[in-house]
């Protein structure tokens, strides 16, 4: 039976799984290349590779920490009030008992995920904003580009504090807040690439043969400015999660008891004189992984942009 | 036979804007009365040097600029009428394959849907018929099959243009314009390039409107030329007819401009003097006639029309009345 199988990998007869698989490897022939050369480049810059191990690390500790933590993060217990580091707490504990190495693991989930779901949001939004405005350009372009300016113009910290406080304290609006002051970092950006795009003679091949505005951003314009994206969201994302940090530490963004490491660092603040574990570890997390998103964002930029490139 | 495409006194105006609130101080005359027409099976040449407007009929016939004045009639309807469906109709029957093989092609997509975007942003064919009809029209353009997953940069500068040429004639449209098409290509590329947009007008009966500077390329493809100068077009002729015998003072000029391979029959050329001039300040009268070696009184005063002075052969010169 499993000899069976094995000859249909073989050369002969080869299962469907196979040729669906070439005719993709086919199709992406050239982004399978090109992500493999982006890749080496990368291993070969010594601070990308530095951030990426943040990264990953970082990843790798919030998907496993149901798996690692050592205690439940939420479970209060009184006895084990604010112990040192040392023993059975790596980190110490809080002043309910609970261990901070556990919480600090679960903290990852929250900050990564609000980290990924503003890019995410912002990007997204960000991206197809500019994209529009930069095509249609004229007073439409004149309009959105000064509401972003609006935005801009104000410290992103302070606007999404404002924002988070009008709606309410909540991780969700935090996000929110967070995102809508992320929107026109990436809705410039953009701008200024589908502004050079827009010159382009497929730009006008398209229109030739009927394509709608529409039709060409989303196919011309948005495709031709995705790498910046990326890149522009890395770099975003670590600002992202200490604003959601601050956030959280005024009281605006996850509430007690989730474990989040702006909310840790808020109530740690209060015994920093005698305890200074309770506030230090989750700060220290916080600049590690800002750190890492901002070294691997810079190095991203390096390797995509092909005037540095080549 | 009816005209497949008729242009009727184009004009077309850039203003020039200036100052803090956009004042329009002036306007570049890009385009300034053309009109003709292509009929099927067709090739009309449209040449002239840089800057004459050539480009800019070539975006007005194609409904990708408004002209101020004048229209361009596709089988007798006039293309400002239309919209929706009518539109669309147009849009596959008119098509066209510019000068720059690496801008004209987007690099992030791939052959399969740069072919197959006017088929599909036309609903015409989607699917596995897109993909059929991308893979029979890269073969009539010389393309292999195998190339439709592939990307922009992994082909020649020839082949990218043989990619442009087939988006264009995928609709089966009725008329394309060729913007420069060869002159970023090497000339062994051209040749072969030329031969097949030859060919796939003998098999198909397109009518084409070819935009050159190159009059030598121009003369291997067009049936009729039209030679742009300033904005208008000075002389208009079939294409043994204008070869044979230019008429105007410009032609005679450009055709001194090629280079003659017997040295036997080199003469001495008239080669133009100066640049040309401004497209916002024209010149007054005839708009060549600072460059003219054969300028008369008159042609400071009055600009010619363009009229017949053989049959099948017209010139704007005062030198025939």
Known sequence: MAGERIGAW?????????????????????????????????????????????IAGMVAM???????????????????????????????????????????????????????????????????????????????????????????SFPPLVLAMALAAALGPSLNNAILAVAFVMIPKFARMVRGEALAVKEKQFIAAARASGAGSLWIVWHHVLPNCLSSVIVLGTLILGETILIAASLSFIGLGAQPPTPEWGAMISVGRKFLMDQWWYATFPGVFILVTVIGFNIFGDALRDVLDPRIRR | MGAVVEAQNLIKHFPIRSGFLGRRVAYLKAVDGVSFSVERGETLGLVGESGCGKTTVGHLVLNLLTPDRGSVRFKGVDVRHLRGKALRALRRNIQVVFQDPHSSLDPRMLVKKTVGAPLAVNRLARGAELVQRVKAMLAEVGLNEEHVYRYPHEFSGGQRQRIGIARALITGPEFVVFDEPTSALDVSVQAQILNLVKELQRRHGYAYLFISHDLGVVKHMSHRIAVMYLGIIVETAASDSLFAAPLHPYTRALMNALPEPDPARRTMRALLAGDVPSPVHLPPGCRFHPRCPEVQGICTQRAPELREVKPGHRAACHLYR
């Open chain 1, 62 to 152: 919030a998907l496993a920490a149901p798996v690692l933590a050592p205690f439940n993060p939420i479970q209060i217990s009184l006895g084990d009030r604010l112990l040192p580091p040392g023993g059975a707490h790596w980190f110490g504990t809080d002043e309910l008992g609970r261990d901070i190495l556990t919480r600090v693991m679960y903290g990852a989930r929250i900050s990564l995920w609000i980290g990924v779901i503003v890019v995410v949001i912002a990007g997204g939004l960000g991206a197809v904003i500019g994209a529009v405005s930069g095509y249609l350009g004229r007073r439409f372009d004149d309009l959105i580009m000064r509401v972003m300016d609006v935005i801009l």
């Open chain 1, 10 to 54: 073989g050369r002969g007869k080869r299962p469907l799984r196979i040729n669906v698989f070439d005719e993709f490897r086919r199709q992406y022939a050239w982004q399978i290349r090109e992500l493999g050369f982006m890749v080496r480049l990368l291993g070969r810059n010594p601070s990308a590779v530095a951030g990426f191990a943040i």
